[in-house]
């Protein structure tokens, strides 16, 4: 009985970290989006376009890892 105590606080544990992390790939995001709207270069609007499919490729992998945990 414990070694099962012991997996779902694991699991609960797990979770808990990918939520913290979708929670920093979104703030991730809106400050990403901040950058483009600012960018006065094409450089830099190149930039922000790399790193907003960079970011949305991140949250998707960790929103399935997420829907994976039990």
Known sequence: MAFKFSKETKERSEKQEITQSLRNV????????????????????????????ALKAQYDYLLKKYKGCK
Request: aromatic letters at 8%; charged letters at 30%; hydrophobic letters at 45%.
């Open 26 to 53: 979104q703030e991730e995001l809106m400050r990403n989006e901040a950058v483009f709207n600012l960018a006065e270069s094409p450089e830099m609007i190149d930039f922000a376009v790399h790193k907003d499919i």
